[in-house]
């Protein structure tokens, strides 16, 4: 909530600013812009709604999802969803139409002739590309991981898909950097554990092993917190050569680790489904138990640190293929934009993937499309200068 506040401050604050630096030429092309975005974005939502209804309706008709759920639930955070995966290709194609259109009506060409630069014609273009970027910021970081939260629980619930992968079996986990946990099944139904070990080490050594041969996580109260019982447990304590032994038998041993049932649970798309603020707090929780697979939910948070930019990177080169007259008209303009955009979205996919599997740092990878696309920017603002 903090965050949203200081946003809306933000975008007033910069709202004034504005006012007194923008002319009727600058409203009148963020005008265009934006109702020429907000048309196709509209088109495409259609577009998107009815290939997604004619797939799944089958799966409507035979599942217990009900039609309330159906309109109001399912298909506006599937919109949103696909929104934000199209969001900075919506963007250029924007700019390449609206702009092209002026250019074939020769404004453009009337625009430059009256002695305004290309330069200073760039400001009510990246302008409203700063403000798509701040829509897509808020959505990216907040809205479309609750859009997809609530979308995948829809799905596993009525449609069987993205099911936890999350392992039950000879399942290894750390639980702080020093302490390592082991259990031969796990049961998700009553949360209890078969073979529970714990592994302590200090400077790589054994220091202490604790097994037994059942163990229950209980849930907090009003008056305890949550811990796991130990059933028919030993504990064997090292020092050096000396070893002591504590055998339980009978009785039950309470012992408070950094292990819930929720870590036990992986969906595929998990990170997708998180709001930053998780994602950061489940990644630092990660980090201090010491586990490394965390490589998905770091390149997750470089995306959405990085994709923001594209927008306006995309801008400047839509403004510079548009900008001219050409003997093909604007289709053949939209055939380059859809190209670029299309070009965008594979690299991006690729460097995600990339940066999941690879040794490439996380963030290197996810900017390698920014960095590519903005050097393609600066080639095309070059030439249309000219």
């Known amino acids: ?26 409203w009148y092309i963020i005008g265009k812009f934006l109702s020429t975005f907000f048309f196709t974005v509209l088109i495409f939502s259609m577009v998107s709604l009815i290939i997604d209804f004619s797939e799944k309706i089958e799966r409507f008709i035979e599942s217990d999802i009900s039609k309330m759920e159906i309109t109001f639930e399912y298909f506006p955070t599937f919109l949103l969803f696909i929104l934000g995966f199209l969001w900075p290709m919506l963007t250029l194609i924007s700019v390449i ?16 002739n009256s002695g305004v630069s290309f330069r200073r014609l760039l400001r009510p273009y990246l302008v409203t590309a700063g403000f798509l970027t701040l829509l897509y910021v808020v959505g990216l970081h907040y809205v479309i991981p609750y859009a ?3 979308r995948t629980e829809l799905e596993r619930t009525y449609f069987g898909k993205n099911k936890d992968e999350g392992r039950t079996a000879n399942v290894h986990m750390f639980v702080a950097p020093n302490t390592k946990v082991f259990m031969t099944h796990f049961s998700k139904r009553d949360s209890s554990a078969r073979n529970f070990r714990i592994e302590s080490f200090e400077d790589s050594e054994l220091r202490k092993l604790t097994k037994a041969r059942s163990a229950k996580f209980i849930p907090a109260t009003d008056s305890t917190g949550a811990f796991w019982r130990l059933s028919s447990y030993e504990v064997r304590t090292f020092n050096g050569l000396e070893e002591s032994l504590e055998i339980g038998g009978g009785h039950k041993l309470d012992t408070v680790l950094n292990l819930f049932p929720e870590d036990f649970v992986d969906y595929k798309e998990q990170q997708s489904a998180m709001s930053t603020p998780e994602l950061l707090a489940h990644i630092r929780k990660q980090r201090e ?26 801008v400047l080169i839509g403004v510079s293929v548009a900008g001219r007259k050409t003997r093909g008209g604007m289709g053949v303009q939209l055939a380059i934009g859809m190209f670029i955009g299309a070009l965008f ?5 690729f460097a995600s993937t990339i940066s999941v599997s690879a040794n490439l740092p996380v963030y290197l990878g996810m900017w390698m499309p920014n960095i590519i696309f903005f050097a393609a920017a600066m080639y095309f603002v070059s030439k249309a200068q000219r």
């Open 148 to 150: 997809n939260n609530h």
């Open 345 to 349: 979205v594979f690299l991006s996919r």
């Open 289 to 314: 138990r010491g586990a490394g697979n965390i490589r998905k939910y770091e390149v997750e948070m470089a995306r959405r640190t990085a994709e923001p930019f594209t927008l306006i990177i995309l």
């Open 1 to 26: 909530m903090l965050f949203l506040s200081d946003f809306l401050q933000l975008t007033i604050l910069l709202v004034y600013q504005l006012k007194s630096m923008l002319k009727k030429l600058d």
């Open 97 to 112: 139409f609206f702009t092209s259109r002026m250019a074939n009506n020769s404004e453009i060409i009337s625009i430059l």
